[in-house]
Each structure stands twice: as C-alpha cells, then as structure tokens.
C-alpha cells in the first residue's frame, strides 16, 4: 500500500482501486504531482521505443499491450495488462479481450478498405479505444498515443493533443472529454477537429 499518497483524479479521469494503488513501484512518490512527472517521464521513453516499431505490428493485441506495458512499467506492476474490474467508464471487463478484437479487425479492414480518410481512421481507433478502456488507467494517454503512432505510420503528422498538457481543470482537457461525449453520440468531427487544432 501506499502511505501517505493522496490520488486525485481530475474530471473524466478512471480511479484506481486499493489493489492497483498497491501496485505502485516507486515507493518514494508521495504526491500527485510527483506521480505525474514519473509517469510523464516513463511515457517519452515508451514514445521513444514506439518510433522504432514497424508498422505492420499496429493493429496486433501484442503491440496495443505493449505500448500501455512501455508507457506505465517503471509505475504500475499491472502495466500492459488488462483490467480485471469494472470502473467508471469501459465495457464490463470480461469483454474487454473480445472488443479488443474487433477494434483491431475493424481497423486492419478500414485501413485496407480505405473507408475513411487517414486522419479519421485514427481518430475512430482512438475513440473506440477509449470506449473500451481496456485497463486499469492510462486509457486515454495510451490511446492518443496509438492515434499518434498509427497517423505517423500512414504517413501524417502527429496529432497536436500529443503535445497538450491535460491536466485538472485545463481547458484542453474539458474540449477533449468534450468531444469524445459528442463522438460518444455518433458524432465524430469535433474529435476529429479537436486532434488537429
């Protein structure tokens, strides 16, 4: 357990229960802010090993894990691995592996199929990603990345929300939980606005 250590969970973000806080590996974080910066820190390392990764691994579970297990594996023991409880948002956990699934076959067929413009097959996978919310934290960060990776294998830039800074009460953060509500509805443009804004 960690003593002392205060979460705090800004709006949209997923709460970790007592087993997962456990799970913490640097012992010495005692504060959020010191939480933030580890985690900031292990995730550039993670974009790092990302660049180097061939692109036709994307759409492949074992690449989906391993990115969230090199984000999050000098934080979390469970990095990289799916959650086992249900939580504020995502699908019930036992379906988490089945939606993962098809996420990645309805990618790989849009892809081939060419069914939406680039830019918009990214920002979907984001989308449907962050539905599932296959672990116990780190969704959102971990499927931006995956947006990212996947725009700048398919030869586009990197999104600017790579570069934002979401944090409580940012304005960046409330146009994104924003937009990802209005995508909820079956409107995807705004997401896809907000990606390239």
Do not use: C
Not at 65 to 91: D, E, P, Y
Not at 156 to 185: C, H, V
């Amino acid at each position: 357990m960690v003593i002392g250590m205060k979460f705090e969970y800004p709006l949209g973000a997923t709460p970790l229960d007592l087993d997962e806080i456990a799970a913490l590996i640097p012992k010495h974080i005692t504060t959020q802010a010191q939480l933030n910066d580890w985690e900031s820190a292990n995730i550039f390392e993670a974009m790092r090993w990302a660049n180097k990764q061939k692109s036709d691994i994307f759409f492949e579970e074992g690449f989906l894990r391993k990115l969230h297990q090199k984000m999050f594996n000098q934080t979390w023991q469970w990095a990289g691995t799916f959650r086992s409880s249900n939580k504020n948002i995502g699908v019930d956990w036992p379906q988490i592996a089945m939606k993962i699934h098809d996420l990645l076959e309805n990618g790989r067929y849009q892809l081939e199929h060419q069914i939406y413009e680039l830019d918009e097959l990214a920002v979907r996978f984001h989308h449907q990603l962050v539905l599932i919310h296959p672990f116990p934290n780190g969704n959102g960060r971990h499927a931006r990345l995956m947006a990212d990776i996947l725009a700048m294998q398919l030869g586009q830039t990197r999104f600017s929300w790579g570069s934002a800074e979401f944090i409580p009460e940012n304005e960046m953060r409330q146009k994104y939980l924003a937009a990802l509500r209005t995508a909820d509805a079956g409107e995807i443009q705004p997401l896809l606005k907000f990606a390239r804004s």
